[in-house]
């Protein structure tokens, strides 16, 4: 447009030409630098990405956000799940053994309830794991038949966490196990490694319901039950084989979780709400660091740091590693802040214990329930010879107090409610005792009416409003 202006005029006088071109150099000018600047960009709120680490968090507390187009930002804030839904059923659901579980969960919201209050801090990790393997995205329901969701279930064949992995299993996958840590109970490292798992099996059966067989009751089990069907003429799927009442259980109770989620105006139920965004977030801690020190540094109760870092079975984290924590996703900053401030001496507390006649390192090391190993270690002893009067070094100032409860989840009973109301201990905080209850914090302040940051008192009373007794995984 422009330039065909200018050769019109560029005709008449020199004059006006001079000016021409003087006009249409400073508008081709404006034009170029106009063409530099960017449009405006929509900014998801929502990220699309696993457990974050601590240098991704900005400082207004939010995971970071990133360009998309503005017919994208709607999808981006979704459900987990819709995740779940559009998930393709590995097996047929109308088979008889299926319809027999979906009539356990029909109508049971508070299973529902429970179940999505265990999972949330960890349910997005696991979806988006699946989605990135292109593993059928529902295995995300497995933790629920396996431990209820519970990162510090512990069987009475010794499998753990969430995904109830057994030692000799947990080794074969590559999870460290020692006196400080367990990495079947770290929900992060376990759910690599049963993703793991499950991949192989699928690998080697080529079919994901013998893969779940497999993983329930041994390869060994399904490869033994399919070589005798062979042998007698008879079908080798899921469903044919003769295989232990557990594991022959096992595919329709997941079938049916998936069933009732996909329709669950259908069965009665109603689904908690569950972004698709991550509730927590892994901060290295760059070294060894005391669970409560953590907690304090976070603002967080130790007893949610203890759930989040299950892994870790003892009052701090493991001083050859992992060195990283697992975080409510808002605590993260003022945790990296204050840790970066902290002494490197206020790490870990001590305590001094003086020799006396008659004690070994055996009674000592028993008396403070820590291993001779880690004594000899911390005091740098290198024989078990000990010198009466001389003072040991006791990792943590008060060991009992700080001590992480190592009791299979499956031995916590729910607190007594006399009629609706709990009476709150010494100790308690709305945190705690939301967890006992398998509830949100902010049930209880909506059914009490009182403040997020309302002090409780030890002797006062909460009202809690529960349907009925949780249905557990066990009973599925």
């Not at 449009?39 to 929502?46: G, I, K, L, M, S």
């Not at 991949?199 to 390869?219: C, I, K, M, T, V």
């Not at 409560?292 to 740091?305: C, G, P, S, T, W």
């Amino acid at each position: 447009m422009f330039w065909g202006a200018g050769s019109v005029i560029y005709k008449s006088t020199t004059f006006y030409s001079a000016i021409i071109v003087f006009v249409l150099a400073m508008l081709l000018n404006g034009c170029m630098q106009s063409a530099t600047k960017h449009p405006p960009e929509y900014v998801a709120q929502t990220p699309s990405f696993k457990v974050v680490e601590h240098e991704q968090v900005t400082n207004t507390q939010e995971a970071p956000s990133r360009s998309v187009e503005p017919e994208n930002i709607e999808s981006e804030i979704d459900s987990i799940w819709t995740h779940i839904q559009e998930s393709e059923s590995l097996d047929d659901t109308s088979h008889e053994s299926v319809q027999k579980q979906i009539k356990k969960l029909i109508g049971n919201q508070r299973f529902f309830d429970v179940m999505s209050v265990r999972a949330e801090p960890y349910l997005y990790h696991i979806t988006h794991e699946l989605e990135k393997r292109n593993m059928p995205v529902y295995l995300a329901l497995l933790p629920m038949i396996e431990s209820g969701y519970r990162t510090t279930v512990t069987s009475s064949w010794k499998a753990a966490g969430l995904w109830q992995i057994i030692p000799s299993t947990g080794k074969h996958l590559g999870l460290k196990q020692n006196w400080w840590y367990d990495g079947r109970n770290d929900p992060i490292a376990s759910t690599s490694a049963a993703l793991d798992y499950l991949q192989q099996l699928h690998d080697r059966f080529e079919d994901w319901p013998l893969a779940l067989a497999a993983y329930n009751s041994g390869g060994a089990t399904v490869s033994k039950a399919i070589k005798k069907n062979i042998k007698l003429g008879r079908p080798t799927d899921y469903w044919s084989l003769d295989l232990p009442p557990e594991t022959r259980a096992y595919v329709p109770k997941l079938l049916a979780l998936f069933s009732v989620i996909t329709s669950p105006d259908q069965f009665g139920i109603e689904l908690p709400e569950l972004l698709y965004q991550p509730t927590v977030v892994l901060v290295d801690t760059n070294g060894q660091l005391q669970l409560k020190k953590a907690a304090d540094l976070a603002n967080v109760d130790i007893e949610e740091i203890i759930v989040l870092n299950s892994g870790f079975k003892r009052w701090a984290t493991d001083p050859e590693g992992p060195h990283k924590l697992l975080l409510p996703i808002e605590s993260a900053e003022r945790f990296k802040f204050a840790l970066s401030t902290l002494p490197q001496e206020e790490r870990v507390t001590w305590q001094q214990h003086e020799i006396k006649s008659g004690e070994s390192l055996w009674t000592i090391a028993k008396k403070y329930e820590i291993s001779i190993a880690l004594l000899k270690k911390t005091n740098h002893l290198e024989s078990s010879k000990l010198r009466i009067g001389r003072n040991l070094l006791i990792p943590a100032g008060s060991f009992r107090e700080s001590m992480v409860p190592t009791a299979p989840a499956t031995a916590i009973k729910m607190p007594v409610l006399k009629g609706d109301k709990y009476r709150i201990k010494s100790g308690d905080s709305l945190w705690l005792i939301a967890r006992r209850f398998d509830i949100h914090v902010k049930q209880i302040l909506e059914w009490n009416n009182i403040p997020k940051d309302q002090a409780i008192n030890p002797g006062d009373e909460l009202k809690i409003l529960l349907e009925k007794p949780t249905l557990e995984a066990s009973n599925l």
